[in-house]
Nanobody
Framework: QVQLVESGGGLVQAGGSLRLSCAAS????????MGWFRQAPGKEREFVAA????????YYADSVKGRFTISRDNAKNTLYLQMNSLKPEDTAVYYC??????????????????WGQGTQVTVSS
């Protein structure tokens, strides 16, 4: 009932910035939280950041604290991830996710109901 479409990925030099967007449609009024995950080749999908859609809480993975900023625009049903000071290890496919229920753990992928198709972020040295 919720559809998610990511955009904004691309190729950037180390130290540069990118801004990812995730447009949500469908039963967006039922969303409890949204988050970003990423998956590099040969690696498991890992948590990046999450935000309560109405409650206002924010949670970041330690690896991106101080560099990435997650934000939302409820009126536009859009989630953002501002990524600064990018490093080669940030290279991955970034996925937008949404949950329609309270989250036992904000950083567990299995706790999210809906997923986008991902957008590639490549950071070169």
């Amino acid at each position: 009932q919720v559809q998610l479409v990511e955009s904004g990925g691309g190729l950037v030099q180390a130290g540069g910035s990118l801004r990812l967007s995730c447009a949500a449609s469908g039963r967006t009024f039922s969303m409890y939280a949204m988050g970003w995950f990423r998956q590099a080749p040969g690696k498991e999908r890992e948590f990046v950041a999450a935000i309560g859609w109405s409650g206002g809480w924010i949670y970041y993975a330690d690896s991106v604290k101080g560099r990435f900023t997650i934000s939302r625009d409820n009126a536009k049903n859009t989630l953002y991830l501002q990524m600064n000071s990018l490093k080669p290890e940030d290279t991955a496919v970034y996925y937008c996710a949404a949950s329609t229920i309270a989250l036992p753990r904000r950083d567990y992928a299995n706790n999210y109901n809906y997923w986008g198709q991902g957008t590639q972020v490549t950071v070169s040295s």
